[in-house]
């Protein structure tokens, strides 16, 4: 390990309360520096899952209550710590944690400033989320698929500040997942019917809708198959009272958050993603891994993970009628659907958590020595 390794101080930022994908990606690098023997520490809400996630796999972090986007005494206290330990690179790890770090920036001018997008929304239009993203005291934006890259530079964010760096995924977490014990909601199933199965949270850009109506498309021709889907959110409510408008009863189940997601992939006789916005879609990821065969919806960065009818099949978004098109033709043709999720293990080598975490070190190694003084 070279001098400047040994000297790096990496101080991750993550204000989120919950889990979701973004703070598995923290978490991924974050280990992976601690490994490395570099100084990376996580600075998280107090009884956060994040918090909890960290002690339980023994990784060094820091509580602070960070309340909102210009909480200054956050701010300074932020201040004091990095003075105090010399971190040398602020990684953001989400939008609220960004607009700190610009804070935080402004009154360190000498530190490394990195934030993560994860969204391929468009940038919100008042203007501190636009000055947060185009700031020149942001050094990085790290866009996790081309296609939030391109979504960035539409919103006329400088092209030479965006880094595209995918999310990667545990390509071997998967691996032999047949003799896991099935899940309750599925024992009555299991062995009787295909599973179709969904790892999305209940909110707007999953698209839900459209993957309860391609569902009722499917049940009403079919009755060798269920639906179960695993996730809980803030639409959960409204997505109940569709699910029995459409009359699903206990043919689509919403299972809500579990951690044993391996448990249920290893029931999943097909993934489907109906998404309508989507960063990258780690969760395709994970059931690639898995070898379950994949339909998605080609929004965002999806598409860079799935080619049609090459290693998995597309739909087009908001469209029912198509998602129940590609989702028959998969239960009809299972050989084929199985030679393509052999194929997606090859392409799962450019999402690797290796080859993530390696960027991002190289990113830091580039950034910290374009500072140093020739």
């Known amino acids: 390990m070279g001098k400047m390794e040994e000297n790096l101080k990496i101080l991750h930022i993550d204000t989120q309360k919950g889990w979701r994908g973004g703070q598995q990606q923290a978490i991924y690098l974050h280990s992976f520096l601690n490994r490395e023997a570099i100084t990376s520490l996580m600075l998280c809400q107090p009884e956060s899952e994040m918090a909890k996630k960290c002690l339980e796999n023994h990784l060094p972090y820091k509580t602070l209550n960070m309340r909102h986007e210009f909480d200054l005494k956050a701010v300074f206290d932020m201040i004091r710590f990095i003075d105090q330990q010399g971190f040398q690179v602020i990684h953001c790890h989400c939008a609220h944690s960004l607009a700190l770090g610009v804070l935080v920036k402004f009154f360190r001018r000498k530190l490394v400033l990195i934030g993560a997008r994860r969204v391929d929304f468009p940038i919100?239009?008042?203007p501190f989320s636009r000055f947060k993203y185009s700031s020149s005291l942001v050094d990085k934006i790290v866009c996790i698929s081309e296609n939030i890259r391109q979504v960035m530079i539409k919103c006329q964010i400088d092209e030479s500040k965006l880094e595209l760096i995918h999310s990667g995924v545990d390509i071997h977490k998967y691996e032999d997942l047949r003799h896991l014990e099935v899940p309750e909601e599925l024992r009555n199933y299991y062995q009787k019917k295909k599973i179709i199965g969904t790892v999305a949270a209940l909110v707007g850009h999953k698209?839900?809708?459209t993957l309860l109506k391609a569902a009722r498309l499917i049940l009403a021709d079919r009755e060798d198959c269920i639906f179960i889907a695993l996730g809980?959110?803030?639409?959960?409510?409204?997505l109940l009272k569709l699910k029995s408008n459409l009359g699903l009863d206990e043919r689509f189940i919403f299972a809500g958050y579990h951690s044993n997601v391996?448990?249920?992939?290893?029931c999943f006789d097909l993934f489907v993603l109906a998404s309508k916005l989507e960063g990258l879609g780690t969760s395709v990821l994970d059931a690639m891994s898995a070898g379950i065969p994949v339909v998605a919806c080609a929004s965002g960065g999806i598409p860079e993970m799935i080619s049609h009818q090459v290693n998995g099949l597309l739909a087009e978004t908001?469209?029912?009628?198509?998602l129940a098109i590609q989702i028959h033709y998969a239960l009809n043709h299972a050989e084929e659907m199985n030679q393509f999720a052999v194929r997606s293990k090859k392409v799962l080598t450019t999402f690797s958590i290796e080859n993530t975490t390696q960027k991002n070190l190289d990113l830091y190694r580039k950034l910290i020595a374009r500072d140093k003084p020739v």
């Not at 809980?232 to 409204?238: F, H, I, S, V």
């Not at 391996?262 to 290893?266: I, N, R, V, W």
């Open 124 to 126: 919100k239009k008042n």
């Open 207 to 209: 698209d839900y809708p």
């Open 232 to 238: 809980d959110g803030r639409d959960k409510d409204n």
């Open 262 to 266: 391996k448990d249920y992939l290893a």
């Open 318 to 322: 908001e469209n029912p009628q198509d």
